[in-house]
């Protein structure tokens, strides 16, 4: 959707409507606050007044007034700031939680579209900028335009000629402001877009750091790096500049306008003579417009850069989920699977072609293909990952879109080559998710069956041990038994083993192996791997060859028929299972 600025804000404004009593508070402590300004601007025409001609109290009012005015100013201050800032701050809260929401909810292939930096950069960065447009912006348009309206009344009460001569200035200003607008939108979204490859560059560098130092990528990455911090330096100083000009500009403009009516009221014949109080209480006040009316210009930038960033975080918020048309529930399924010539493509070339196969409850199958097959992407039809592009995959008879979502994903446990572990402890990332109700009781007998009592025994604080980011202080083989720990808590009735083993040493392998087999018993279980030992037993190995099922049959019969799967196992499982022993 291509909003304009306009309805952008005016969204915006619409995440005020819970918080709108503290909303007019804050109006009504900046209007006080403003009409201090136009107070102290009456107070100055007193004071010189008094001075031709003294009343006989004016020694104590005057002071009185003076206290009095800085008093209400100070309050407006207090009121309008604290007021302003829990609506923002309440407003940012609200959109940060929908935003992580909506990215959560993204389909898979979303995430391969877009690199995790952008998302982060819209997170912290973009989040920033619409936190200033909530907050300095509105409380200083709120208060400076309260109070250059206070003002300009009070100039047309003591001259309305004059205060007209002085207004002519104002369509010269609207140019300016209106040139500097688009100028300052343009800047702030290729500000956005720096900061987002800034993320990027640095969130790859640091997850990537052992590659970075044994290629010798410290010069790569530290130019990558600059390269994009340059491109944000330039930018933010092109924005500096159009801010810096726009300011002076502008005061300029009134310095004309205030210089011109000078010249007309002190002008012989031009203009009937003022009294010397009104007159100079005139050009204080006129004086006094120049400060708000530079801040109003210099909200331009903040404003601009906040409504580019809201574009980008309401397209995440809009952006269509995962669908989830399903009503199918059921608490557990049995596991039959059932391909029917499923298709599928990432964008026009296919990766899978005519899938057809079933899998028994309870059946154990293995793909094996060369890298790029399709199997992974075959395995993750299952969960939903991806939707498939024709066809039909079947659970229990029952097509898996026609599953509610969470439902389907329920039945479902998946080991990866890449093991997930998130900062917290073991027990946390065991019981993780619709897990965390689990007892500690259920956590080890878990870590049992995973082989993985072996070592978190040996651990000071055992399954309250904190992992640390990414539970890189374990060993690969370590955190693998700690993701099949988190499959045997699930107890979901299929099972997708993802090269589960396939980075491992034979030592690491072989409690994995031992793992694997407890877990896989009575369990639909779908292999993807590279070691015989891991798939020999399968009760059917599928053979694929560009997106192809190409050989279908157990380990001695696809020996026997001496194709595809033979040579494979002749080039690597044979060698592998020799290592082995």
């Not at 007019?24 to 201090?36: H, K, N, Q, R, W």
Request: glycine residues 6%; aromatic residues 8%; neutral net charge.
């Amino acid at each position: 959707m291509n909003l304009t600025p306009w309805q952008i804000y005016k969204r915006l404004l619409q995440y005020l409507v819970p918080y709108l009593g503290f909303f007019i508070l804050s109006i009504f402590g900046y209007i006080l606050y403003a009409l201090t300004q136009t107070g102290f601007a009456v107070l100055m025409e007193t004071i010189v007044s008094q001075m031709d001609n003294p009343s006989p109290n004016a020694y104590i009012f005057l002071p009185i007034a003076v206290i009095s005015i800085t008093f209400a100013r100070g309050l407006g201050g207090f009121i309008g700031t604290y007021c302003l800032d829990r609506v923002a701050f309440n407003i940012v809260y609200e959109l940060r939680k929908q935003i992580f929401s909506s990215i959560l909810l993204l389909p898979r292939q979303e995430y391969l579209r877009q690199d995790s930096g952008s998302y982060l950069a819209i997170l912290i960065y973009n989040v920033e900028q619409v936190t200033s447009a909530c907050t300095s912006v509105v409380r200083t348009l709120v208060r400076e335009g309260a109070t250059v309206i206070g003002l300009i009344g009070y100039l047309l009460y003591l001259n309305w000629q004059l205060a007209l001569l002085f207004f002519a200035a104002s369509p010269f200003i609207a140019i300016v402001i209106g040139i500097a607008s688009k100028r300052f939108r343009k800047l702030a979204k290729n500000m956005q877009s720096s900061i987002a490859d800034i993320t990027h560059a640095a969130s790859e560098s640091l997850q990537g750091n052992e590659v970075v130092k044994t290629f010798g990528g410290y010069e790569t990455e530290l130019q990558r790096f600059n390269r994009a911090s340059d491109d944000f330096r330039r930018q933010s100083l092109k924005m500096t500049v159009t801010s810096a000009l726009n300011s002076p500009v502008v005061q300029m403009l009134v310095s004309s306008a205030l210089g011109l009516l000078i010249f007309v009221a002190l002008y012989p014949d031009f203009m009937q003579p003022m009294p010397a109080s009104e007159f100079v209480a005139f050009l204080i006040t006129a004086g006094l417009i120049a400060k708000p009316l530079r801040a109003l210009t210099e909200i331009n930038g903040p404003l601009q850069k906040g409504i580019a960033a809201a574009k980008t975080l309401f397209a995440v918020i809009d952006s269509a989920p995962e669908k989830d048309c399903g009503t199918h529930s059921v608490a557990r399924v049995k596991g039959e699977l059932e391909f029917k010539n499923v298709n599928f493509q990432y964008t026009d070339s296919s990766v899978l072609k005519g899938i057809n196969f079933t899998v028994k409850a309870g059946e154990t199958v293995a793909l094996v293909g060369r890298s790029g097959s399709g199997k992974s992407t075959l395995a993750n039809l299952i969960p939903r990952f991806f939707e498939l592009s024709s066809g039909s995959v079947l659970l229990d008879g029952v097509p898996i879109d026609e599953y509610q979502l969470a439902n389907l994903r329920e039945q479902i446990a998946i080991v990866n080559q890449q093991v997930v572990l998130f900062a917290g402890t073991i027990k946390s990332n065991i019981a993780y998710g619709g897990l965390e109700d689990k007892t500690a009781e259920q956590v080890q007998a878990a870590l049992s069956i995973a082989n993985a009592t072996e070592f978190v025994d040996k651990l000071d604080r055992g399954i309250d041990t904190p992992l640390g980011e990414k539970g890189l202080m374990l060993s690969g083989g370590q955190r693998q038994r700690l993701a099949i720990a988190r499959a045997v808590l699930k107890d979901a009735p299929i099972l997708i083993l993802d090269e589960a083993t396939s980075a491992l040493d034979n030592h690491s392998e072989r409690y994995i192996q031992q793992a694997l087999e407890r877990v896989m018993q009575d369990r639909t279980t779908l292999v993807i791997a590279h070691r015989l030992s891991t798939i020999k037993n399968a009760d059917c190995i599928l053979v694929m060859e560009d997106g192809e099922i190409v050989e279908r049959g157990n380990h001695q019969q696809l020996l026997v028929k001496n194709g595809l799967y033979a040579e494979l196992y002749h080039q690597g499982f044979e060698q592998s299972e020799q290592a082995r022993d």
